[in-house]
């Protein structure tokens, strides 16, 4: 069992690149989240989904947008990368309910420079 | 919107020391609580949860937490840690389709 997929492990971002970060998981789960950890500042929500086509945003969207047209697929794109969204993204996925039991990808490093 | 707040983010213990985690959350509809476990390079991995009934929890590893409704607490606990329980510990409570994090006890232990 795969469970949840994050690609890549590390990046490294010039300020204004874009990218998408990539989740996949293979639970057939229908809640999907994205989360960046930050140093004493625990995991914060970036945007969540409640099933395929269906979106929306946690406490800190700014900077993300977010699609779900599968309910395997959960990207998270960066429109123009800033210094500040230096962190680890963490996807997750959840069986019962975006706020409940959560099974998390093993991260992704990002760093803006 | 629910929050949650964790005290004494770094801890420091010897092996067979006891630890105690405490978790404070606001909410005023139900909740689910849960504690995970994040060791050094890894992902978040689920430690234990309370859903309903028993509000003594007991999870993984030798861990265990207390729900008392009346405090809004959900404090972790383990009678003798070991070298490997050395990791960060999350509490988090969901509701309004969300899950809120804490902001994480940093816990080491020593050999």
């Known amino acids: 069992n795969a469970g949840v997929t994050q690609t890549p492990k590390f990046q490294v971002l010039k300020t204004g690149q874009s990218m998408t970060l990539q989740c996949a998981q293979d639970?057939?789960?229908?809640?999907m989240s994205w989360y960046r950890q930050d140093p004493g500042m625990g995991l914060r929500l970036i945007h969540y989904?409640?099933?395929?086509?269906?979106?929306d945003q946690g406490e800190v969207p700014n900077g993300y947008n977010v699609s779900r047209s599968t309910t395997e697929d959960f990207p998270l794109r960066l429109l123009s990368a800033a210094p500040s969204q230096t962190s680890v993204y963490f996807c997750?996925?959840?069986?019962?309910?975006?706020?409940?039991?959560?099974?998390f990808g093993q991260g992704t490093r990002l760093t803006v420079v | 919107a629910q929050s949650v707040s964790q005290h004494n983010h770094h801890v420091i213990l010897s092996e067979a020391a006891s630890l105690e985690l405490g978790c404070n959350y606001s909410?005023?509809?139900?909740?689910?609580l849960f504690w995970y476990v994040q060791y050094p390079g890894q992902h978040l991995q689920l430690l234990l949860k309370?859903?309903?009934?028993?509000?003594l929890v007991k999870g993984i590893k030798g861990f265990e937490a207390e729900f008392i409704k009346s405090k809004f607490s959900f404090n972790l606990r383990k009678p003798s840690v070991q070298w490997s329980d050395t990791a960060e510990y999350f509490c988090?409570?969901?509701?309004?389709?969300?899950?809120?994090f804490g902001k994480g006890n940093q816990v080491v232990v020593i050999p």
């Open positions: 988090a409570v969901n509701g309004n389709n969300r899950l809120a």
């Open positions: 997750a996925s959840s069986y019962r309910g975006v706020g409940t039991e959560a099974f």
């Open positions: 309370y859903f309903s009934g028993d509000p």
């Open positions: 639970m057939n789960h229908e809640y």
């Open positions: 909410y005023g509809g139900t909740v689910n």
């Open positions: 989904s409640v099933g395929a086509g269906i979106t």
